[in-house]
């Protein structure tokens, strides 16, 4: 028998993606009960890009942070109370209102070579008595040693695990495997790893960090979020438990909890469509498809065109404004 | 760089489980000749369950084989015709009507402990000057060893290659390894992988069997096929580029298929339900999933149970009137 995954079940965060963040109050608050139920360790909720994201440029989110969080805080009984923070998309005053309300895990993130701006947010948790992980977002924009540095970074500021997250869902499992080994050999602390399903990989790749030493693993039910979606929770555990691995849950609670999900949370499973594909082999962040393919419609130019433009200009989260830009600059060559 | 990878495209015939073998004349001719421009290696045609299938037990096929044959071998250009052919379901004069219409491959095909019962069709094939391959099923029901003597009774009989099918979408990479690798040690033939997508692993067990020297490799477009689906050929061409294969397309030509794939062939991707994943962890052939999901609802009996028995009993493909029965067995205990 091999350690224990500890599970985080993002289908109330990065699954919000999966609806534009419309998820409802009822709808969160009644997965969040059968998620609890069903032994997942950590429940995060959120619009999808985080605390304080709700806005036009992000999208407008059906419920407001604190609401959202109250509600799912009434629900757990045995996970812990997640949330996903990206400094500048959202501020201290965002924290606090999610420290009020009871959150016990913030994951605080930037891109995977920014790890400087979330030190005040590290430390200002670490103050309150939470959880701190640091999230490096867009991980495989840089290499393993690069990771390993700004891991310490995090770390050095108190962090409690490194999350890697595969935004773009770019990543193979030998990628996977060559970066969480580097941060298991180079940090104190725990490694999780955070796959989407863009190449059809986030299982394998899910697998690959386990079996590197990562010990913290994200996944959504039906796979949710983002672009092509997350790591299928209900795939995820009975894979890990034919490797060996114990978790908070089985397969067969796992059963029930998708079968109650049926209910609860009527979101189609997202499928790998080419605008998936196309970004997450080009490497970009999953979120941009919707606008990709909203632009690419719009001012009918050839998505697969644009996504090799903003590949080249290394756009990342957070720049959405620059696919409009270049949307607009091959339009006008095309004119 | 490495090798070569032989393509075949399945779509047109496991991608047929996806609508009840309802293809029309008009959507196989025309994902054919796309399939073609783009380069594929092998189109593969007919009934999901293969020649002389269609039935009321498997299910009536919209169109016969004859019809479906002769209208793809007249789109082909560069790709060959191939077909699946199960001793059983199907018949000699099926095997006949496949050298009229002028199909290139055979893939002649048993439960992975029966390959006894292709010698007299690879042979057949073989004399007609055909190809010929010898197609183990649900290969997850025979450890290494025995995968190894079942395929070279294959190869002693004259089969140009041998293909392994995880018919129940049971396998994980490590598992293929092990047995891609004793195949390519103990065969003097080319060795190739059939994956299903029911664990979430379709991608992964595909590269891992190339990565162990397996040199042919089944994909269906948005990954159609039986249950879960199969090995999403969008998603595979540019994996095999990240890991360096050569393949007789690439992904801006997959990228074409797949937009012509909407005009041509509107059927959903297949995503995976709890009732896939189910099976997959039983090692239940992929084509009962809508069997059973059918039987429990009817009757009110509990899937995941129904799946336990069927597991114990060993079902494989071909037993679908054991799933009656056991539903009615497991539906008179309730009663």
Redo the contacts between chains.
Sequence with gaps: MKGYITLTDASLRDGNHAVRHQLTIGQIARYAQAADEAGIDIVEVGHGNGLGASSALLGKAASNDAEMLVSVRAKLRRSKLGIHFIPGTGKLSDIEVALEAGVDVFRLASHCTEANITRQFIEYVRHAGKTAYGVLMMSHMADAGEILNQSRLMQSYGAHAIVLMDSAGFS??DLVKEKVERLIGGLSIPVGYHAH????????NS?AAAESGATLLDACV??IGAGAGN??L???V??LE??GYRTGTD??RI?SL??RTDEVLPI???????AN??T??FGLFSGFAPHIERLASELKIDS?ELCQALAHRKLVAGQEDVIVEEAHRLSAMNA
């Design positions: 193979t499992p399903n863009n190449l059809g990989l986030a299982i394998a697998i039906r796979g790591t299928q209900e795939t995820l009975p894979v034919r490797y397969f067969e059963v998708a079968t189609c499973t997202p499928h790998i469509a080419i594909i196309i997450g082999v697969f």
